[in-house]
């Protein structure tokens, strides 16, 4: 043999005895890190958990009262963490003798005398009395505290009643009013008084609320760094010749930005503990199925687009009354990317928030009441829900997505508001050729919408002025809005809010508040296009079945957003007066360098309003 030779052998059985020495490592490293990886990780969690509490000590020893926001989210981790890992396993421990005690509480509540429950119905009228004693002493005390006591001062009263009324007219127009079960109906309206006490009654949960808004806002208020530099000139002009920022190029652009938020959350999976944790409150309390359920508590969050993705696979199997449900929460919610938008014309942060969170509730309630359950739902539990998968393999892909699609949104409002406010200047034009004639110089499309919803927004207690004819004309004003935002959409209408506070037609609180509540939904006609169109291309094969459940769904809807202004206008004794100019510059204009300072631009920004 050769000397080459003799080298090659030797390198070769170098290179192989090398190479066995290197899986032999590789496999040690990877077992040593199977049994490091759980400690370490467990590691990680305590030096991260010791952090956090040491944050909020030095926060607490600095100033309690900036703490209170984080104290109170660690209070919420804690009850998680008690409710999953003590709770949850006690209740398995003890899981027989808590369904045996389950099922005989079930039978001693549905003990009946000729088809009446007794113990629900007792158990109801006891929160009803207790609730109508509570209002009857409240009213009583601020007419007592008041030193501008008014005949209109028991105007909630009304609209209590025309809570009645609509539960009335829902079940005279009922699909089958024989079907009733009332339980997700009064369940329904319990829930969104409860949601309401909490947030409009309570101190603690007012001043929560309040905060989470102005949370939501500065949230809202980063998007324009990115719309600053991407257009300049045009979102952020100078303060020269009463130049306005361009509507599309500021507020609708936080809708990208929203869209990639909500994206990068449903691929961390936030949304869907939330939104399940919610469901279940709902199918709990209202009685209702589990997607009806889920696509009502998205509807809180997300828009009608985006909660009827999330329940796509459960669309071919769903009855006609849980499509009913999900129709009417799509069109009596509104999507949490178009605050900003709602912001920009003049509307209260708070009542935003408080408006779509109780309009969900209700929604169940009216949608069971005009469309009752009389099929076999195969929907039932809430646990084996399957959420649809967007397919986005990292978190880049996912915000680029997201971003991407939440942008044709943009340009599909920016097209509709181009249509619609062109329709409203022809519909005024043409009704005031009509007037003209007949010697009527003063009449307006907006006007005969008053003339129409007049009584709705008369028996929802609009307005509360001493003076009759004030009041007559405010509540003329929020009829007005009303009926736009039913015929129109609820862009004309906040706008047309906006310009009437601006100009003082409409100067109370509580019809700036009863305005804003009932205005905040997407229940309008041309809105029955886009819901078809969504759900008829997630699933073609039920699409007769949408248009058939659309109309009534439209009307519920309606009577959803209507019911929520009247629980705001029972339960809010004292309206804050929200000012155009308050809330119009909150999003992109001067203010908004309080907390974005450091990343704007060195130019000083504009102080003008938005310019239509």
Same mark, same amino acid.
């Given at each position: 043999?050769?000397?080459?030779?003799?080298?090659?052998?030797?390198?070769?059985?170098?290179?192989?005895?090398?190479?066995?020495?290197?899986?032999?490592?590789? &496999? =040690?490293?990877?077992? *040593?890190?199977?049994?490091? *990886?759980?400690?370490?990780?467990?590691?990680?969690?305590?030096?991260?958990?010791?952090?956090?509490?040491?944050?909020?000590?030095?926060?607490?020893?600095?100033?309690?009262?900036?703490?209170?926001?984080?104290?109170?989210?660690?209070?919420?981790?804690?009850?998680?963490?008690?409710?999953?890992?003590?709770?949850?396993?006690?209740?398995?421990?003890?899981?027989?003798?808590?369904?045996?005690?389950?099922?005989?509480?079930?039978?001693?509540?549905?003990?009946?005398?000729?088809?009446?429950?007794?113990?629900?119905?007792? =158990? =109801?009228?006891?929160?009803?009395?207790?609730?109508?004693?509570?209002?009857?002493?409240?009213?009583?005390?601020?007419?007592?505290?008041?030193?501008?006591?008014?005949?209109?001062?028991?105007?909630?009263?009304?609209?209590?009643?025309?809570?009645?009324?609509?539960?009335?007219?829902?079940?005279?127009?009922?699909?089958?009013?024989?079907?009733?079960?009332?339980?997700?109906?009064?369940?329904?309206?319990?829930?969104?008084?409860?949601?309401?006490?909490?947030?409009?009654?309570?101190?603690?949960?007012?001043?929560?609320?309040?905060?989470?808004?102005?949370?939501?806002?500065?949230?809202?208020?980063?998007?324009?760094?990115?719309?600053? =530099?991407?257009?300049?000139?045009?979102?952020?002009?100078?303060?020269?010749?009463?130049?306005?920022?361009?509507?599309?190029?500021?507020?609708?652009?936080?809708?990208?930005?929203?869209?990639?938020?909500?994206?990068?959350?449903?691929?961390?999976?936030?949304?869907?503990?939330?939104?399940?944790?919610?469901?279940?409150?709902?199918?709990?309390?209202?009685?209702?199925?589990?997607?009806?359920?889920?696509?009502?508590?998205?509807?809180?969050?997300?828009?009608?687009?985006?909660?009827?993705?999330?329940?796509?696979?459960?669309?071919?199997?769903?009855?006609?009354?849980?499509?009913?449900?999900?129709?009417?929460?799509?069109?009596?919610?509104?999507?949490?990317?178009?605050? &900003?938008?709602?912001?920009?014309?003049?509307?209260?942060?708070?009542?935003?928030?408080?408006?779509?969170?109780?309009?969900?509730?209700?929604?169940?309630?009216?949608?069971?009441?005009?469309?009752?359950?009389?099929?076999?739902?195969?929907?039932?539990?809430?646990?084996?829900?399957?959420?649809?998968?967007?397919?986005?393999?990292?978190?880049?892909?996912?915000?680029?997505?997201?971003?991407?699609?939440?942008?044709?949104?943009?340009?599909?409002?920016?097209?509709?508001?181009?249509?619609?406010?062109?329709?409203?200047?022809?519909?005024?034009?043409?009704?005031?050729?009509?007037?003209?004639?007949?010697?009527?110089?003063?009449?307006?499309?907006?006007?005969?919408?008053?003339?129409?919803?007049?009584?709705?927004?008369?028996?929802?207690?609009?307005?509360?002025?001493?003076?009759?004819?004030?009041?007559?004309?405010?509540?003329?004003?929020?009829?007005?809005?009303?009926?736009?935002?039913?015929?129109?959409?609820?862009?004309?209408?906040?706008?047309?809010?906006?310009?009437?506070?601006?100009?003082?037609?409409?100067?109370?609180?509580?019809?700036?508040?009863?305005?804003?509540?009932?205005?905040?939904?997407?229940?309008?006609?041309?809105?029955?296009?886009?819901?078809?169109?969504?759900?008829?291309?997630?699933?073609?094969?039920?699409?007769?079945?949408?248009?058939?459940?659309?109309?009534?769904?439209?009307?519920?809807?309606?009577?959803?957003?209507?019911?929520?202004?009247?629980?705001?206008?029972?339960?809010?004794? *004292?309206?804050?007066?929200?000012?155009?100019?308050?809330?119009?510059?909150?999003?992109?204009?001067?203010?908004?360098?309080?907390?974005?300072?450091?990343?704007?631009? &060195?130019?000083?920004?504009?102080?003008?309003?938005?310019?239509?």
């Amino acid at each position: 043999m050769s000397d080459y030779e003799s080298d090659f052998e030797d390198n070769y059985e170098g290179d192989l005895n090398d190479d066995g020495i290197r899986k032999k490592a590789a &496999s =040690f490293v990877s077992d *040593k890190w199977e049994q490091m *990886k759980r400690p370490l990780w467990f590691v990680g969690i305590g030096i991260i958990a010791i952090g956090i509490h040491v944050f909020i000590g030095f926060a607490i020893a600095n100033n309690f009262h900036k703490a209170i926001a984080p104290i109170v989210m660690l209070g919420f981790v804690y009850l998680y963490l008690l409710y999953t890992y003590v709770i949850v396993r006690v209740a398995k421990s003890y899981k027989e003798p808590l369904v045996e005690t389950g099922e005989k509480v079930q039978s001693i509540w549905q003990i009946s005398f000729r088809g009446f429950p007794l113990l629900q119905l007792a =158990f =109801f009228g006891i929160i009803v009395a207790g609730f109508l004693v509570w209002l009857i002493i409240d009213v009583r005390q601020v007419n007592n505290s008041d030193v501008t006591v008014t005949p209109h001062s028991n105007i909630r009263f009304r609209s209590l009643l025309a809570i009645i009324c609509f539960v009335i007219i829902g079940f005279l127009i009922s699909a089958n009013p024989a079907r009733v079960k009332w339980r997700p109906v009064f369940g329904g309206i319990f829930l969104q008084f409860t949601v309401g006490l909490l947030v409009l009654r309570w101190p603690a949960g007012n001043s929560a609320f309040h905060w989470a808004a102005d949370q939501v806002v500065t949230f809202l208020d980063y998007a324009f760094v990115g719309t600053d =530099f991407t257009y300049g000139f045009i979102s952020s002009p100078p303060p020269i010749c009463d130049f306005g920022s361009v509507f599309i190029f500021t507020s609708l652009q936080i809708i990208i930005y929203f869209g990639a938020i909500v994206s990068v959350l449903y691929y961390l999976g936030i949304i869907q503990a939330v939104l399940s944790k919610v469901a279940w409150l709902m199918q709990h309390t209202v009685g209702t199925t589990a997607a009806e359920s889920l696509n009502a508590a998205a509807c809180i969050f997300l828009g009608q687009t985006e909660a009827a993705i999330l329940i796509e696979p459960a669309l071919l199997t769903m009855t006609e009354s849980e499509i009913h449900a999900v129709m009417t929460a799509g069109f009596a919610c509104i999507a949490g990317s178009l605050f &900003s938008a709602y912001i920009a014309f003049g509307a209260c942060p708070t009542y935003l928030l408080s408006a779509t969170v109780m309009s969900a509730a209700v929604s169940l309630a009216v949608s069971k009441l005009v469309y009752p359950e009389v099929q076999e739902s195969k929907q039932k539990r809430s646990e084996d829900f399957k959420f649809a998968n967007k397919g986005n393999n990292n978190l880049l892909e996912c915000i680029s997505n997201g971003a991407v699609h939440a942008s044709q949104f943009v340009w599909a409002i920016g097209a509709n508001l181009i249509v619609y406010i062109a329709l409203l200047a022809m519909f005024n034009t043409w009704a005031g050729f009509v007037g003209t004639r007949l010697g009527y110089d003063d009449w307006s499309f907006n006007k005969l919408m008053g003339y129409l919803f007049f009584p709705l927004a008369y028996l929802m207690g609009a307005s509360d002025a001493a003076d009759s004819h004030t009041e007559i004309q405010e509540t003329l004003r929020v009829a007005e809005l009303m009926g736009m935002k039913t015929i129109l959409n609820e862009f004309i209408a906040y706008k047309e809010l906006m310009n009437m506070k601006a100009d003082g037609r409409l100067e109370g609180a509580r019809a700036q508040m009863i305005a804003t509540y009932a205005l905040c939904g997407f229940s309008n006609i041309s809105m029955i296009g886009s819901q078809l169109g969504i759900l008829g291309a997630m699933c073609p094969r039920r699409k007769a079945i949408f248009a058939k459940v659309v109309i009534r769904a439209l009307i519920s809807g309606c009577m959803s957003c209507f019911m929520t202004a009247c629980v705001a206008g029972i339960l809010v004794s *004292k309206p804050e007066a929200c000012h155009s100019n308050a809330f119009s510059n909150c999003v992109y204009l001067s203010n908004i360098t309080d907390h974005l300072s450091p990343y704007l631009p &060195s130019t000083p920004m504009p102080s003008t309003t938005v310019k239509f």
